[in-house]
C-alpha cells in the first residue's frame, strides 16, 4: 500500500507529472470530438460482461490461447495475483464525453455482480499502490487504450461458479475522456491441434469433410501467424499422398461482426490457405477451391467462449 495520500498524487497531477502509460504525452493522443465514433472492426462485446452505456469500442483482441496476471492486490510493483492460461478477450472501450472515471468504475462492478462475479479486489490511485500499479497490466496500445497512472480505478472479479471465469476492467481519463480496458480469462489447457494427414485422409472418406484448428490467423486478419506450419504440412502431405484428391479449403468464423465482414473475412482465409499450399509447399492451385461461409455453418453456440472458438477454423471438403 502506498503510503503517499490521495492529495498527494492530485497535487503531483495538477504539477504537470501525469503519466501516461504509452508511448506518448495524453495531449499527443486525443482524438477529435467530432471525429465521427463507431466500434472498430469486426468488434463484439463479451457476452458475460456488456459495455458501459453510449461506449464505443476502440480496441479488440481475442487469442485462444494466453497467459494473463489477474492482479488481486495493491502494489507499486509486483502486485499480488494469479499466473493464469487459456481464452484471453481484451476489449477497450471509450465512453461517451459525460462520464466520469468513477461512475465507469461502479457501474462496472455492479454489473460483475449481477452477472454472478465476486469481486475479489477494487481499488484507486492510492488503494492501488501508486501510478506503478497500472504500469503492470497489460493495456493495448495508445490510441485504443490511453492510461494515466495518477488518474484509475481497477476491479478484479471472478466467477463462483466452475469453471471458474476472471475478469478485470481498468478505467482512466485521458483530456476529459474515459477509456476502458476488459480483460476475460477462461482458463484451459493449450490443445494438440495438429491433425496428421492419415487422419484427414480417414475423415475425409467417411465423412467427406474435417474440420482443422491449427491454422491461426491475426485477429480480424487473413494473415497466417507462426504456429501453423505443422498444420500446413499435413495438409500438403495429404495432397501429395492422393494425387487425384482436389478439395475445397473453406474458412468458417464465429459471429462477431457484421455478416458481410465475416463473409468478406473467411473468404481471405481460406484464400491465404490455398496460397500457402502453392507458394510454400507446391501444390498445383487447380486443385483447391478456396471459400468462405462466414458464420453460417457453426458446429457449436456463439454464446459461450468456447463454442466461439469452435466454429472459428478451416475445413478440407473432398470434392
Not at 495493491?74 to 464525453?97: N, Q, S
Not at 455453418?297 to 478451416?314: C, L
Request: charge should be negative.
Amino acid at each position: 500500500m502506498s503510503c503517499f495520500g490521495a492529495e498527494f498524487w492530485r497535487r503531483i497531477r495538477v504539477l504537470g507529472l501525469a503519466l501516461v502509460v504509452g508511448l506518448a504525452p495524453a495531449a499527443a493522443i486525443s482524438q477529435s470530438d467530432d471525429e465521427a465514433e463507431t466500434d472498430v472492426t469486426g468488434s463484439a462485446d463479451h457476452p458475460m460482461i456488456g459495455r458501459f452505456a453510449g461506449s464505443v469500442i476502440t480496441g479488440y483482441e481475442t487469442r485462444d490461447f494466453d497467459e494473463f496476471r489477474f492482479l488481486t492486490g495493491p502494489g507499486a510493483k509486483d502486485a499480488p495475483g494469479k499466473d493464469l492460461e487459456g481464452r484471453l478477450t481484451r476489449i477497450a472501450y471509450k465512453a461517451p464525453a459525460a462520464a466520469s472515471v468513477a461512475e465507469v468504475a461502479r457501474a462496472y462492478q455492479i454489473a460483475l455482480r449481477d452477472k454472478g462475479f465476486q469481486i475479489d479486489f477494487a481499488c484507486e490511485l492510492e488503494e492501488c499502490g501508486g501510478p506503478g500499479f497500472s504500469r503492470q497490466i497489460d493495456v493495448l496500445p495508445i490510441p485504443k487504450m490511453i492510461v494515466d497512472g495518477f488518474n484509475f480505478r481497477y476491479v478484479a472479479a471472478r466467477t463462483t461458479e466452475l469453471p471458474t471465469t476472471y475478469a478485470s476492467v481498468l478505467v482512466s481519463e485521458n483530456n476529459g475522456r474515459v477509456f476502458t480496458q476488459i480483460d476475460v480469462l477462461e482458463p484451459g489447457s493449450l490443445q494438440n491441434k495438429i491433425v496428421t494427414a492419415e487422419e484427414m485422409a480417414t475423415s475425409l472418406a467417411e465423412a467427406g469433410r474435417i474440420a482443422l484448428y491449427g491454422v491461426y490467423f491475426e485477429t480480424g486478419s487473413a494473415d497466417i501467424i507462426q504456429g501453423s506450419g505443422p498444420t500446413l504440412e499435413q495438409m500438403a502431405a495429404l495432397l501429395r499422398g492422393s494425387p487425384e484428391l482436389k478439395v475445397a479449403i473453406v474458412g468458417h468464423t464465429d459471429y462477431a461482426g457484421s455478416f458481410d465482414y465475416n463473409m468478406d473475412l473467411s473468404q481471405r482465409r481460406a484464400d491465404s490457405v490455398a496460397t500457402a499450399l502453392v507458394q510454400d509447399y507446391g501444390i498445383d492451385q487447380n486443385r483447391l477451391r478456396p471459400a468462405g461461409v462466414g458464420y453460417l455453418a457453426p458446429v457449436a453456440t456463439n454464446t459461450t467462449a468456447i463454442g466461439r472458438s469452435r466454429n472459428r477454423r478451416v475445413e478440407l471438403v473432398a470434392e
